[in-house]
Each structure stands twice: as structure tokens, then as C-alpha cells.
């Protein structure tokens, strides 16, 4: 039964005719999914196994890969005034491109989108809805949507949701993420919409609100929490607070993303609150709908049903070996983006490549990397040597005080990496018990503490003070 599900999605998908497909399409076949499931019950291991698309043959992702980019890049030469004016600047023709010629295109960065945002609107889109990058680097880039690309991401994704068994009609989902995040805040109840699940969107409030949700309702706690690291940081320390843990909620899982979520934090929201999956996802809204989730070997696979993905040189553009550090470069493929299409556009995101053929994990068909280490921009480098955000965010938030989500700053000064960090981050620890613990992982850092406040310019912006007030507990 399930069979056919999955096989008339991978038809719509792999768009072997490159139209626009129909969201209503889609909406349907998540109606079919949520009878069969009705009546059959979940999904086998082989339906998961279809999901991940034909990825693990060479040969036909390269054919796959092929035919997509040149779709993709035929319409831009066609419609985008902004790639119109690349290709022609490098003789790119579109219907000559293949994977290994992608590194010749120059990448799309941010500033570029914030330059000249109207270049990148499709001739003849009809833009819908706004959504804003929320991330911690500089001035906001705005991606405008079409109705269409509103309709068929959340219709895509619920029923990829169901058939994965990652959301049922019984599920109710928390949302703590800036409510400002159009795109995902939208994308999230609509898929609850779809599936039949209840939603509750509370934004980025104070902690212990959005905890009051979690362990309120009985029967119609959340059983979905989706939120971003440095705030299940903050949940993680209201519930230790107020002494409540696994039995006390009803979370099945939890999906975090936006930020570098530690292993110390990960573990911890394991014992606190229970789920099954602490699930640290990729995504981003200049590249939606790629996405990308974290195997049970700590991989990132992206999803290379939706987009091209390239790990190149942060420097050179090149593209590099496997063990090597790059940045991810996504094409989203048409006809999932319509309205403000972007090509190889540089996430700046930094990860290590690893090698396609030695994965043993449960999704070894797609080829993966290691997960996001950090922000290009915010590489620590000392000759050869380079320090990633992730390497310091570990060993921080590994410190037996429990300083989550770690709130520090780092610069390269006097040969030496600088950590500076608000005192009472350290807790009992002292500075030196910190350097010790990073010498240990082969870091040889600084440690500083400074005053709450006053360095303020100088600590690492977190999602989490995306605070936004609410009138409860004022009076
Ligand atoms: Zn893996």
C-alpha cells in the first residue's frame, strides 16, 4: 500500500518533465498517506529506504544531478535578471552544465541578495510573502515567496513527515523559533494543518512560558518540539530549575537547527526531556526547501531530491578532497524555487567533507559531511591551524558548571586564540581548568572573563536573545 505512496511522490519529485507541479497534487497524496496509515498503521523500514531517492548509485546521480542543473539554470538564463547577466559575464550555457562544471560559476553570496534583491525576483513572479534570514551575521536578507512555493514546500514536507513516520495525526507541536522567521513559522503549521496535528507557536518567549506549554495539557502536551539550540539550552535549565524531567513530559521528539547544537547539550536534552530523537537539522532560508538532517553517526545528509550540493574551498572556490574543510554551496532545483531563485549560493556554512563510500550509517545512500562546524566569517585561523566555532562550543559546554548555551567571544590576538566570556559563564570552573580542558582537544587557547554587559559587542550573538516579551508575569 505504501508502495504506491511513495512511488507516485518520487514521480512528482524526480520531475522528469521539469513542470511546475500541482500543491494540490501533493496535498492529495498526503490524504492518501494519512488513509493508508489509518488503516494499515506505520510504514516499513523499505518505505524509508525508497524515500531517499536513487542517490547511492553514481551513475544515476550523476544523471540525476545532470538533468536537474540544467533545468534549473535553463529557466534562470530565461527568467532571472541577476543569472541572466552571471551566465552570460561566464559563457555559461545552460544546456552544456554538469556537476563538475559547477565550480566555474561564481557563488551567490548574502551580500549580493542584500545589494540587489529586485534582480534576483523572477521576471513575471508573482511575489506573496516576505520571509527574513533571522541568522546572527549582519543585515537582513529578504526572500520574497510565491503562493505556490508557500503551498508546495509545507505539502512536500508533510508528506515526506508522515510516510517517515516523523508526524502523525496524534502529534501536537511546539514552535519556539523567532516568530519573524516567516517562511519556517508558516511551513510548520501548515504541515500540522495537512497531517491533522495540533501546532502551538510561541516564538522565542521566556523560557519558562514556553516550559509552563510543554508540561501543561495532559493528553495534549506536545509531543514535537521545534526550536532552536541556544533556546532548548535555556528550556533545558528552566526544567532542571524546577526539578521536572522525562516522566514529566511527552515530547517524542525534538528538532533544533539554526546554531551548533553541542553533544554536552544534546545529551542533556536527552535526560531532561526524554524524546526519542534530540534531531539536529540544516536549513536556511535562502536555500529552502534543501534541508538536511543528522544520522544516528552524527553525519549531515542534505536532501539531494530538492538541490545540488557542493563542498567548496572558504578561500578559493575549489572544491575540496574528502577530510578537508569547506563551505556548503546549494542550488536549489526548479520547480521547487520559483519567485527568487538562487544558484550555487554560498551558505558559508563550514563542514569537512567525508569520504562518499566509507558511510555504514542508515541513510549511507546520500553522501554526507561532517554537521555544520561554524561560519566561514568565523573561522579563528593561526597558520595552518583553523579553529572552528564548534570546536570551542564543545568544550564550553561540556564544563561541569552546565553554562548553556555558551555565551562567549573568540578572536585570534598575540599568536594565541582570545576566549572571552561573561565570568559567571564559567561558573565554578576557573579560567585556567578551561584552557586545560581545550588543551586536551589539541586547542591552545587564551581564557579571559569579562563584565557582563560591557563587552557585550564582543560575545557571540545567540538565536535565543531573539527574546521576544509577552505581558505574563507582570503583574
Ligand atoms: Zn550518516
Not at 534583491?117 to 549582519?138: E, H, I, M, N
Not at 526572500?143 to 509545507?154: G, H, K, N, T, V
Not at 509552563?212 to 535549565?237: F, H, I, K, M
Request: with cysteine; aromatic share 6%.
Amino acid at each position: 500500500m505504501f508502495q504506491t505512496g511513495v512511488r507516485q511522490m518520487r514521480m512528482a519529485m524526480s520531475m522528469v518533465w521539469g513542470r511546475p507541479i500541482s500543491p494540490r497534487n501533493v496535498e492529495r497524496l498526503v490524504e492518501d498517506a494519512l488513509e493508508t496509515l489509518a488503516t494499515f498503521g506505520a510504514p516499513g523500514d523499505d518505505v524509508q529506504q525508497l524515500l531517499e531517492g536513487p542517490f547511492s548509485d553514481p551513475k544515476v546521480r550523476e544523471d540525476f544531478q545532470t538533468r536537474g542543473l540544467r533545468r534549473t539554470a535553463r529557466r534562470l538564463a530565461k527568467v532571472s535578471p541577476y543569472y541572466r547577466r552571471l551566465f552570460d559575464d561566464n559563457g555559461i550555457e545552460p544546456d552544456r552544465l554538469t556537476p563538475e562544471r559547477m565550480s566555474s560559476i561564481p557563488a551567490t553570496l548574502k551580500r549580493d541578495l542584500v545589494a540587489s534583491p529586485s534582480d534576483f525576483l523572477a521576471d513575471g513572479s508573482k511575489p506573496y510573502v516576505s520571509t527574513r534570514t533571522t541568522g546572527t551575521t549582519g543585515r537582513p536578507a529578504e526572500i520574497w515567496l510565491s503562493r505556490y512555493e508557500i503551498e508546495l514546500w509545507p505539502a512536500m514536507a508533510a508528506l515526506s513527515g508522515l510516510l517517515r513516520n516523523e508526524i502523525s495525526p496524534d502529534d501536537v507541536m511546539q514552535v519556539n523559533i523567532s516568530s519573524r522567521a516567516t517562511a519556517a513559522v508558516q511551513q510548520n503549521l501548515t504541515v500540522c494543518r495537512l497531517v491533522g496535528a495540533r501546532s502551538r507557536m510561541l516564538g522565542v518567549v521566556p523560557a519558562e512560558e514556553s516550559l509552563d506549554s510543554l508540561l501543561g495539557g495532559g493528553d495534549t502536551a506536545p509531543t514535537l518540539l521545534t526550536t532552536y539550540p541556544s533556546y532548548l539550552a535555556e528550556l533545558v535549565a528552566a526544567a532542571r530549575r524546577r526539578g521536572v524531567g522525562p516522566a514529566d513530559f511527552r515530547l517524542r521528539r525534538i528538532d533544533c537547527g539554526g546554531e551548533v547544537l553541542s553533544s554536552a547539550l544534546s545529551g542533556a536534552a536527552y535526560e531532561t526531556f526524554g524524546p526519542r530523537l534530540v534531531n539536529d537539522t540544516f536549513g536556511m532560508t535562502e536555500i529552502l526547501p534543501v534541508s538536511g538532517r543528522v544520522c544516528d553517526q552524527g553525519h549531515l545528509h542534505h536532501d539531494l531530491n530538492m538541490g545540488f550540493v557542493e563542498v567548496v574551498d572558504f578561500q578559493t572556490g575549489a572544491p575540496v578532497g574528502p577530510g578537508a574543510l569547506g563551505t556548503v554551496v546549494i542550488t536549489p532545483y526548479y520547480p521547487y524555487r520559483e519567485c527568487m531563485p538562487v544558484f550555487r549560493y554560498d551558505t558559508r556554512d563550514i563542514v569537512r567533507r567525508l569520504p562518499d563510500d566509507a558511510l555504514t550509517c542508515e541513510l549511507a545512500g546520500v553522501p554526507a559531511t561532517s554537521r555544520i562546524l561554524g561560519k566561514a566569517d568565523h573561522l579563528l585561523r593561526l597558520g595552518d591551524e583553523v579553529v572552528t566555532l564548534r570546536d570551542l562550543v564543545e568544550v564550553v559546554e561540556d564544563l561541569p558548571s552546565q553554562p548553556w548555551p555558551a555565551r562567549f567571544g573568540a578572536t585570534v590576538g598575540d599568536d594565541r586564540i582570545q576566549l572571552h566570556m561573561p565570568g559567571d559563564v564559567l561558573g565554578g570552573a576557573s579560567a585556567s581548568d578551561l584552557r586545560r580542558r581545550l588543551a586536551e582537544r589539541g586547542l591552545d587557547v587564551d581564557v579571559s572573563t569579562v563584565l557582563d554587559g560591557r563587552s557585550g559587542a564582543q560575545i557571540r550573538p545567540l538565536r535565543a536573545d531573539l527574546l521576544e516579551t509577552t505581558f505574563v508575569g507582570r503583574n
